[in-house]
């Protein structure tokens, strides 16, 4: 009904960048807060940002974990149903897998219903 598909993951040098994207697709009727999480080897899940429906705009308010403030940015396309994380600065520590998350209405549905991607790869080595 609805999917989430995630690309940009891989293999980065410690200090360098990846930007991460998630596209939503389906029978989508609206989409309210977009975000990333992350989990280690051997860890639990964790939020990594999130970014809030920002009505009419893309500038819904934004949240992240404090290890990742001033290094990672989150945004979104409301008109590609899209979520990106720009991470810059990237350290040994972030390496994990990523997921994308989405809080949808689906179309002809009167719920909310939370939808996960399948994750991509994440490794900051040398």
């Known amino acids: 009904q609805v999917q989430l598909v995630e690309s940009g993951g891989g293999l980065v040098q410690p200090g360098g960048s990846l930007r991460l994207s998630c596209a939503a697709s389906g029978r989508i009727f609206s989409i309210n807060t977009m975000s990333w999480y992350r989990q280690a080897p051997g860890k639990e899940r964790e939020l990594v940002a999130s970014?809030?429906?920002?009505?009419?705009?893309?500038?819904?308010?934004?949240n992240y974990r404090d290890s990742v403030k001033g290094r990672f940015t989150i945004s979104r396309d409301n008109a590609k149903n899209t979520v990106y994380l720009q991470m810059n600065s990237l350290k040994p520590e972030d390496t994990a897998v990523y997921y994308c998350?989405?809080?949808?209405?689906?179309?002809?549905?009167?719920?909310?219903?939370?939808?996960w991607g399948q994750g991509t790869q994440v490794t900051v080595s040398s």
């Open positions: 998350n989405m809080f949808v209405k689906p179309t002809g549905w009167s719920v909310w219903r939370n939808y």
């Open positions: 970014v809030a429906s920002g009505g009419s705009t893309n500038y819904g308010s934004t």
